[in-house]
């Protein structure tokens, strides 16, 4: 078979498998079709000699990722688009500290802290992570640093006067 029409077969199975992989997420198929881009890319410099062989296949490539890259900042907009994404909004804002929680808070340790484990703060009862290895159920903690919703404590020091 001539090297021309095998450039045209495997450009239209490449372009065919791309536009599936729009529809059914994977990489699976998409990869398939990258390869059929690629082999169609060798037909052209077999079919049509190497220069033109060489700009047909930059072309074809540079084209299928300008395409991809409009098709990805329009994707939001469309109907499909719309399917795969979210269409909510945070209503609470508070999401990095959602136990409100600040430095130097004092509670008590619910159960063993090896270093992770429960400590009770006022009325809630939050996962904590110890700069120690270990701490003891019942100890008094103090927050040393919030991390989002992280939070890191250790050992209250007690002092007396």
């Known amino acids: 078979m001539n090297p021309v029409l095998y450039f045209t077969i495997f450009t239209a199975i490449a372009f065919l ?15 398939i079709g990258a390869v059929c881009l690629l082999v ?28 991809f890259l409009f098709w990805l900042s329009k994707m939001g907009d469309t109907r499909v688009g719309k399917r795969f994404s ?9 999401s990095s500290n959602p136990y409100q929680l600040t430095l130097g808070d004092q509670g008590v340790a619910e ?10 703060f006022g009325d809630l009862k939050i996962d904590v992570t110890t700069e120690q290895t270990y701490i003891e159920k019942g100890t008094t903690l103090t927050v040393t640093k919030v991390l989002g ?4 404590v250790s050992a209250a020091q007690h002092t007396t006067t």
């Open 17 to 31: 498998l791309l536009t599936i992989e729009v529809f059914i997420p994977g990489g699976v198929v998409g990869s």
């Open 111 to 120: 159960t063993d802290l090896r270093p992770g484990g429960f400590a009770r």
């Open 149 to 152: 919703n992280r939070i890191v």
């Open 40 to 67: 169609a890319c060798g037909f052209a410099l077999v079919g049509f000699g190497t220069g033109v062989g060489l700009l047909i296949s930059m072309c074809l490539i540079l084209g299928t990722l300008i395409a």
């Open 86 to 94: 979210l269409q909510t909004t945070l209503t609470n804002g508070n």
